[in-house]
Each structure stands twice: as C-alpha cells, then as structure tokens.
C-alpha cells in the first residue's frame, strides 16, 4: 500500500506565499516522478510542475518565476514553493507518483488534494 500525505494549504492574500509538502510512504522501493497538478471549479485538472528522480524540471507557463518544485529522495517528499500567488491559482493542488513498488510493478499513485485560495 501507498500514503501520501499532502500539506500546506489555505488560505492567502494575492502576493503572498505557500509551501506545499507531499510525503510517500508505503510499499514504495524507488520513485521516478513527483508531480503537483491543480484544479480549479470548472476547469480541466493541468499540471503545475514536476520533478525527476535526477531534479529536472518541469513548469506551466503560468506559474514560471513564481513556483519552485523541489523533493526529497530521503524523505520520499516533493514540496511546492508558490511566490506572488493570483487569485487566479486558487484551486485544489493534488501531489502525483510515479513510483516502482517492493515487488517491482511501476505505478502512479495521487494524494487527496488541498485546496489552496487566493483571496483578499
């Protein structure tokens, strides 16, 4: 079985800042891929950005210069760094795996989600 355990939602004004973690545990032997994807009401779930096992990158046009995706192999955790945040970023933020289980199956695996608002 796998867990990943997301944090760091809430609430902010425009311009502010947040932190998201995404931590994996479980019957997990390696992870390539950890992702963040958002969805907002109405609208397509997209990708925000990701990050190899080896630390490239990848971003939305729209969140360059503000987002930085960073993880931690030790911890199996993936964290979201979002600056100058936008009314416009509100949505929920869900973390996504690509993980190679103790058996040696490659699967992908989603977290809950955590809504993340920007708002004054």
């Known amino acids: 079985q796998v867990q990943l355990v997301e944090s760091g939602g809430g609430l902010v004004q425009p311009g502010g800042s947040l932190r998201l973690s995404c931590a994996a545990s479980g019957s997990i032997f390696s992870i390539y891929a950890m992702g963040w994807y958002r969805q907002a009401p109405g609208k397509q779930r997209e990708l925000v950005a990701d990050i190899t096992r080896g630390g490239s990158t990848s971003y939305a046009e729209s969140v360059k210069g503000r987002f930085t995706i960073s993880r931690d192999n030790a911890k199996n955790t993936v964290y979201l760094q979002m600056n100058s945040l936008k009314p416009e970023d509100t949505a929920v933020y869900s973390c996504?795996?690509?993980?190679?289980?103790?058996?040696?199956?490659?699967?992908?695996?989603w977290g809950q989600g955590t809504q993340v608002t920007v708002s004054s």
């Open positions: 996504k795996i690509v993980y190679r289980s103790n058996w040696g199956s490659i699967s992908d695996y």
